[in-house]
């Protein structure tokens, strides 16, 4: 035999074995998702436990069938907690890979970067650790949907608290991003709304390493309380200074719900000490459902959950989507998102608001204690999310002037 002849049967036999071999795989019936979230940098740690949460419920989601007949698959990528790669690791979880889902992203700018790669591509988009009100006003879609509590709903449960338990005049420090822009902004909004009195703020740039330029400001502002909206590393480098300024010991000090991850309070429990959140998980909540949740994620990673929760319970009410709806399709999969709720999670009873796609849930609110986030208050999520703003400006009319008294 020529070796051209030789070389083309050896060819056809290598396609035939490949064809066959292959046969199976292409056979299953796959569904994918995917999970975006920063895997390294200052958010990172909110990115691998969202990682975890969705590993935890796509295992549990395939051990009982999958997703109409379909196992499902995670496809992970890195956002590097900025908008740019956001879209484009969003883009080719879309196009290339083919996701029914996407979990993410992590940060603020990162998400609503995403949200309009969702929106042209009408992709189920589940957002589970950012936070800016803009995701539920003038950036949401039909795909969107959240569990997150966002800052007006952060700002609406501990607002009240901090004026009744804690003091009257407030200074808000803030890193200046859209997370922390829109804390700041809307946390100011509800303080004075109340009769609170703000009497400073200021924003400290991401991933900054020197907060001590800041402080000679606050110190003069005459504040009871400081109120923080920082988050990861950031806040694990400022609160480590504040502390060694003395600034710890001469206010009382509060802040968002992914200040810190809790399992990074032990490290700095003495600066943290007294510390009061506004939060929707704890795995030191007694709460039976918190309890039940936290086991089984500690069965299967070996640390506690935390934020991850909510990701988590976002590929479970996917999922329940999706079977209502019978079919993957996107416009028929949003609809049926719409007034679904879930009995039995971390937090209880979760029912995703039909006008905006945010979830409702009661959330709790902390005091840390030795290291450990331990509750204090239970905020009814009906009081505390506020009136649909789709499509309205949430900055409309707000400044950062500080109204003298």
């Known amino acids: 035999m020529r070796p051209k002849a030789l070389f083309a049967l050896l060819l056809a036999l290598v396609v035939v074995a490949a064809g066959v071999s292959l046969a199976p795989a292409q056979g299953q019936k796959v569904v994918k998702i995917g999970d975006l979230g920063s895997k390294v940098g200052v958010f990172e740690g909110y990115g691998k436990y ?8 796509v295992e549990e989601i395939n051990a009982t069938g999958g997703v109409l007949g379909h196992r499902v698959e995670i496809i992970s990528e890195d956002d590097e907690t900025r908008p740019a790669p956001a879209v484009r690791k969003a ?6 890979d083919d996701v029914k889902l996407l979990v993410g992203a992590v940060s603020s700018g990162a998400t609503m970067a995403v949200m309009d790669v969702t929106k042209k591509h009408k992709t189920i988009h589940w957002n589970s650790v950012s936070c800016a009100e803009f995701m ?5 879609h039909k795909y969107y949907f959240s569990n997150q509590p966002d800052s007006r709903q952060q700002a609406n449960g501990l607002a009240k608290y901090i004026l009744d338990k804690m003091g009257k005049k407030v200074y808000i420090f803030y890193t200046d991003y859209a997370m922390g822009q829109s804390d700041g902004r809307q946390f100011k909004t509800a303080l004075e709304k109340l009769g609170g009195e703000v009497v ?7 991933d900054t390493k020197d907060f001590s330029p800041w402080f000679g400001e606050i110190n003069k502002s005459g504040a009871d309380v400081l109120f923080l909206a920082f988050a990861g590393t950031d806040s694990l480098r400022l609160m480590t200074q504040l502390h060694s300024f003395g600034t710890t010991k001469k206010y009382k000090l509060a802040g968002i719900d992914c200040f810190l991850l809790q399992q990074d309070l032990a490290a700095i429990a003495e600066p ?12 030191h909540n007694p709460d039976p459902n918190m309890q039940a949740f936290n086991t089984k994620f500690k069965k299967k990673f070996g640390v506690d959950a935390n934020i991850s929760a909510g990701s988590y319970d976002a590929v479970h009410f996917w999922k ?8 993957f399709d996107p416009d028929k999969v949003a609809d049926a998102h719409e007034g679904l709720c879930r009995d039995g999670t971390h937090i209880g009873r979760q029912c995703i608001r039909k006008e905006d796609h945010q979830v409702v849930m009661d959330m709790h609110l902390y005091r840390i204690e030795k290291g450990r986030n331990l509750p204090i208050a239970r ?6 999310i506020g009136a649909p703003m789709v499509g309205k400006d949430p900055v409309e009319g707000f400044t950062w002037e500080i109204k003298k008294k």
């Open 50 to 57: 969202q990682t975890m949460g969705i590993q935890l419920a």
């Open 91 to 96: 883009e080719k979880l879309i196009l290339q």
């Open 136 to 140: 539920r006003t003038t950036k949401f």
């Open 200 to 206: 400073g703020v200021a924003g400290a740039p991401l």
């Open 272 to 283: 943290m000490e007294g510390f009061i959140q506004l939060n929707h998980f704890s795995p």
């Open 320 to 327: 329940m989507a999706v079977e209502k709806a019978g079919s």
């Open 379 to 384: 905020i009814d999520g009906k009081d505390a």
